[in-house]
């Protein structure tokens, strides 16, 4: 069993910055991928930005956000700058995630509310 856990949501003004943290924890053999997704209210989920080897990003969010990953301790972070009022959504953490007992499969996390005043 993997768990994932999101923190750092909040309510900020436009322009303003948030930094995501999501901790992953669990019988944990090898971490092939890990994302942020998010979604707003009447729309699909979608994919904010990638990290596995190499780093992607929506394009509605190039330039001002930036995934990172502390690999010795299981934790993907998404910075959030220059903020804008669509991008208020819930974010969700993601991972495939390969465990001795369950082989490969995809976790995500209960999400974190990220809402921008304008």
């Known amino acids: 069993q993997v768990q994932l856990v999101e923190s750092g949501g909040g309510l900020v003004q436009a322009g303003g910055s948030l930094r995501l943290s999501c901790a992953a924890s669990g019988r944990i053999g090898r971490i092939n991928a890990m994302a942020w997704y998010r979604q707003a209210p009447g729309n699909q989920r979608e994919l904010v930005a990638t990290?596995?080897?190499?780093?992607n990003y929506a394009d509605s969010v190039k330039g001002r956000f930036t995934i990172s990953r502390d690999n010795a301790k299981n934790i993907l972070y998404l910075q959030m700058n220059s903020l804008k009022p669509e991008d208020t959504a819930i974010y969700y953490c993601?991972?495939?995630?390969?465990?001795?007992?369950?082989?490969?499969?995809?976790?995500w996390g209960q999400g974190t509310q990220v809402t921008v005043s304008s």
């Open positions: 993601y991972a495939n995630v390969w465990t001795v007992i369950g082989g490969s499969n995809d976790y």
């Open positions: 990290s596995r080897g190499s780093r």
